[in-house]
């Protein structure tokens, strides 16, 4: 066993962890992050996203000690005080959740992207959502929600200047 710190969803965690174990197995068993899926656990389907330093990672792939030290998000601390972030309302408006597997690894891609573009091109978000299968949406609602998530984000910076 080793001592394994980071920060989990803006919270210090310190957990004893058998260093053969994936990142996705420690998040959902040891924490009880359920939000992080276990899709094909070779990371090709992009079910156990997290953000890891603010990156998405295939956290099924990630062994446990690669995260020593690190900022791990999770879906389940991406909204803040009880209410939604703006791209978790843009993905249920546009109706881009259907049977809600694939949904939060999306989300936190989404989010990864919207963090480093204000407003990006429908390739960029092609390739930042590339990493992900879903066999309900069609991918077109994706999209859509990324373009309403744009618009929420502004309204909120707006809303508190």
């Not at 030290?69 to 109706?95: K, N, V, W």
Request: hydrophobic share 40%; charged share 25%; glycine share 10%.
């Amino acid at each position: 066993m080793q001592e394994l710190k980071c920060v989990v969803n803006g919270r210090e965690v310190t957990l004893q962890v058998d260093p053969g174990r994936n990142l996705v197995d420690v998040l959902r068993r040891d924490l009880g992050l359920t939000g992080v899926k276990v899709g094909c656990e070779e990371g090709e389907c992009g079910a156990c996203t997290i953000l890891l330093d603010g990156k998405p990672v295939n956290s099924c792939i990630i062994p446990v000690m690669k995260a020593q030290g690190r900022h791990i998000l999770t879906i389940e601390g991406l909204a803040e005080e009880g209410e939604l972030d703006p791209i978790q309302e843009a993905f249920i408006e546009a109706g881009a959740v259907q049977c809600g597997f694939c949904t939060p690894g999306v989300v936190l891609s989404a989010k990864s992207l919207l963090d480093e573009m204000e407003n990006p091109t429908k390739e960029e978000v092609r390739e930042a959502l590339s990493g992900h299968l879903c066999r309900c949406t069609g991918y077109l609602q994706f999209y859509d929600a990324l373009k309403l998530a744009v618009e929420k984000i502004a309204a909120r910076k707006a809303a508190r200047s």
